[in-house]
């Protein structure tokens, strides 16, 4: 069976890591109460994995618009073939979507965002306190969205390894 590129696989990978990574961080953060020094510790560091996962995301793209992705096993129903085009769609423009969600927010709350305490990335709002708490609502939803995404993408992927036994699951794995 065909699998995909080795670049392909690490990209994968990677990202679904650093999204974990950040997911589990926001859920962490946004619970300690009040400011400590801590909570803003987070919030960097959560920036910082947002601003990462949006740059592989774009190396990504660029790599699977000049890589086409291993076809579907023959036997896999056109139904479950356009249900996973769909679901993999989604899945990208969640992965272009919620840092760039992020990112407006922070900038409408008047806090720019500084790439690993040492690159400031250009300021393309100014402060909004109109704007503020749609944006961070914004970006709640889309990360519940990704959630329930990732959730389907995982049980998908393990009903075609334990059920359907069709190699589906081996294309992507290291």
Not at 84 to 97: E, M, P, Q, T
Request: proline content about 8%; charged content about 10%.
């Amino acid at each position: 069976m065909e699998r995909y590129t080795k670049p392909a696989i690490l990209l994968h990978w990677l990202i679904a890591l650093l999204i974990i990574a950040a997911f589990a961080l926001g859920l962490t953060m946004t619970n300690i109460p009040g400011l400590t020094p801590t909570k803003l510790k987070y919030f960097s560091w959560h920036k910082w994995l947002g601003v990462t996962v949006l740059g592989l995301a774009c190396l990504r793209l660029l790599w699977r618009l000049t890589h086409a992705a291993p076809v579907y096993p023959a036997e896999m129903p056109r139904w479950q073939q356009s249900a996973a085009h769909a679901l993999h769609f989604l899945l990208y423009i969640l992965i272009f979507a919620i840092p760039v969600s992020g990112y407006l927010y922070s900038l409408a709350a008047g806090i720019p965002v500084v790439y690993l305490g040492v690159l400031p990335l250009p300021v393309i709002i100014d402060p909004n306190p109109e704007l503020k708490p749609l944006l961070k609502l914004v970006h709640y939803w889309l990360n519940m969205t990704l959630l329930a995404a990732v959730c389907l993408h995982v049980l998908a992927a393990l009903k075609h390894q334990f059920i359907d036994r069709d190699g589906v699951l081996r294309r992507i794995l290291p």
